[in-house]
């Protein structure tokens, strides 16, 4: 798709096409029709088209790093001070775009916070429309409670909290442990579609189990219950464990090194989170990736409509970001607003980039507004 309209404006079109200045009786004529479509609650296009249809879209949500090193110890810190129970449910710290305005969010449909619990504390239930998941960067210890599915919490994993599913949280160790939750929030609620209801004080299975029961039924590679042949909105599998996604993610780079085509490009492992129903998107508002680079790997740079957070998992590297370059280490997390440019490259001291990725693609794709561009690409 050809990026040469960022070169057009509507104000340089309308320059080309000048009509004659109206006369002092007109120019009061058209005060007047200002002034009546204000009062009837009415604006005209034509004073508004360069913001409502740019050439390209301009978000208002900016490209952002936050450190690791930064959010985890002001999560502690509220650990401390701060209680978990009813009323704010959860103590999650969201990561506020700079560019939106002091609104909780990350983009303008995505919502991405650092959750913080303590030793032996409960995240009471609750259930809201809005489609969630956690993915976890270090610890263990916490088991989430899925509609009364007990569901570890390990290193590496990506869990899964669909919309109006019952969920609580609760830590069985004396250890404090945090993770990052990313939601639809934004979308949800520009939407007007919100629903919430409280559910059980703590949780409804304080069990411990290493495998939940979703795993158990589901989460077998190629194999479907025949129990379960319907497809479902949302996957069925409640952790995508991080020991199938880094075999997969190696044995990617294993057969590039035969010769063999696996991998996105050169260097660069990934793998899509699925669900097994249906074969698409884990839920219907959240796309869910990991991605693997080699030692002094890069990605081309890209632009894609809708927008993606990033967290670097192990190792380290940059990405440059709307043509800034920002340094990036393990836990640190990026956004990258629609139509901005990006690429990742991993520094070449290190065994590898991994990195973890959640986006709003699958909205756009089921309204048939996504579009990418790479330079020199057609």
Same mark, same amino acid.
């Given at each position: 798709m050809s990026i040469s309209a960022e070169n057009t404006t509507h104000e340089s079109v309308a320059a080309s096409h000048a009509l004659p200045e109206p006369t002092p009786e007109e120019a009061a004529q058209l005060e007047q029709l200002y002034k009546d479509f204000a009062a009837g609650n009415m604006v005209p296009l034509w004073t508004e088209i360069g913001d409502l249809m740019p050439m390209v879209p301009t978000p208002k949500a900016v490209p952002h790093v936050w450190r690791w090193d930064d959010l985890y110890p002001l999560a502690a810190r509220a650990g401390d001070l701060v209680p978990v129970g009813r009323g704010g449910e959860r103590r999650a710290i969201a990561l506020a775009n700079p560019g939106l305005a002091g609104t909780p969010y990350a983009t303008p449909t995505l919502w991405a916070a650092i959750q913080y619990l303590g030793p032996h504390e409960v995240a009471p239930e609750h259930r809201h429309s809005q489609n969630a998941f956690r993915f976890v960067v270090e610890g263990e210890g916490v088991w989430t409670v899925v509609n009364g599915d007990p569901v570890a919490m390990r290193r590496g994993d990506f869990l899964l909290t669909p919309g109006w599913n019952f969920h609580?949280?609760?830590?069985?160790?004396?250890?404090?442990?945090?993770?990052?939750?990313?939601?639809?929030?934004?979308?949800?609620?520009?939407?007007?579609?919100?629903?919430?209801?409280?559910?059980?004080?703590?949780?409804?299975?304080? +069990?411990?189990?290493?495998?939940?029961?979703? /795993? &158990?039924?589901?989460?077998?590679?190629?194999? &479907?219950?025949?129990?379960? !042949?319907?497809?479902?909105?949302?996957?069925?599998?409640?952790?995508?464990? *991080?020991?199938?996604?880094?075999? +997969?993610?190696?044995?990617?780079?294993? !057969?590039?090194?035969?010769?063999?085509?696996?991998?996105?490009?050169?260097?660069?492992? +990934?793998?899509?989170?699925?669900?097994?129903?249906?074969?698409?998107?884990?839920?219907?508002?959240?796309?869910? /990736?990991?991605?693997?680079?080699?030692?002094?790997?890069?990605?081309?740079?890209?632009?894609?409509?809708?927008?993606?957070?990033?967290?670097?998992? /192990?190792?380290?590297?940059?990405?440059?970001?709307?043509?800034?370059?920002?340094?990036?280490?393990?836990?640190? !997390?990026?956004?990258?607003?629609? *139509?901005?440019? *990006?690429?990742?490259?991993?520094?070449?001291?290190?065994?590898?980039?991994?990195?973890? &990725?959640?986006?709003?693609?699958?909205?756009?794709? &089921? !309204?048939?507004?996504?579009?990418?561009?790479?330079?020199?690409?057609?």
């Open positions: 609580g949280h609760h830590n069985d160790t004396d250890q404090p442990m945090a993770w990052i939750d990313g939601l639809d929030i934004p979308f949800v609620h520009y939407a007007d579609a919100g629903f919430f209801e409280f559910g059980t004080e703590r949780v409804t299975d304080e +069990a411990t189990p290493d495998i939940s029961r979703s /795993e &158990r039924l589901w989460a077998h590679p190629g194999l &479907r219950p025949l129990s379960g !042949l319907q497809d479902t909105t949302n996957s069925p599998i409640a952790a995508y464990r *991080w020991e199938h996604t880094d075999a +997969a993610l190696r044995e990617q780079l294993l !057969l590039e090194d035969e010769g063999h085509p696996a991998t996105v490009s050169q260097g660069h492992a +990934a793998i899509r989170y699925s669900n097994p129903t249906t074969g698409g998107d884990v839920m219907p508002t959240i796309r869910a /990736e990991f991605h693997r680079l080699r030692a002094g790997a890069s990605t081309e740079p890209l632009r894609e409509v809708g927008s993606s957070v990033w967290q670097v998992f /192990e190792g380290t590297g940059t990405a440059i970001l709307n043509g800034e370059t920002k340094a990036l280490a393990k836990g640190d !997390l990026f956004v990258v607003p629609s *139509w901005q440019e *990006w690429s990742l490259t991993a520094d070449a001291d290190q065994p590898g980039f991994d990195l973890f &990725r959640f986006s709003d693609a699958p909205i756009f794709e &089921r !309204l048939n507004f996504n579009r990418s561009y790479t330079e020199g690409r057609k």
